[in-house]
Nanobody
Framework: QVQLVESGGGLVQPGGSLRLSCAAS????????MSWYRQIPGKQRELVAR???????DYADSVKGRVTISRDNAKDTVYLQMNSLKPEDTAVYLC?????????WGQGTQVTVSS
């Protein structure tokens, strides 16, 4: 089965930066989009960023201007560069890859923003 391996999470001070990475354990055919979601304690899971098709991107209003999603389709890898982090960004971040047939989820990586 396909596994999405995430890395880059951790503890960072407010205003700091992190870069999350997520790579598939095997090649995935028919990739339609790659996304990052986050689960904030006490809130519903929300879409943070998504990159689709020819490279178009979408961002949640809460992270616009601070977050950049990028991809390497040849490696089935997606990245999330996060800058100017705020305590409210604290969450479990999950990557997701959608194909025309099914969806693959990562296990989640913890990001904690605290002074």
């Amino acid at each position: 089965q396909v596994q999405l391996v995430e890395s880059g999470g951790g503890l960072v001070q407010p205003g700091g930066s992190l870069r999350l990475s997520c790579a598939a354990s095997t090649n995935i055919f028919g990739v339609a989009s790659m996304s990052w979601y986050r689960q904030i304690p006490g809130k519903q899971r929300e879409l943070v960023a998504r990159i689709i098709g020819g490279g178009s991107t979408d961002y949640a209003d809460s992270v616009k201007g601070r977050v950049t999603i990028s991809r390497d389709n040849a490696k089935d890898t997606v990245y999330l560069q996060m800058n100017s982090l705020k305590p409210e960004d604290t969450a479990v971040y999950l990557c997701k890859i959608d194909t025309q047939w099914r969806t693959y989820w990562g296990q989640g990586t913890q990001v904690t923003v605290s002074s």
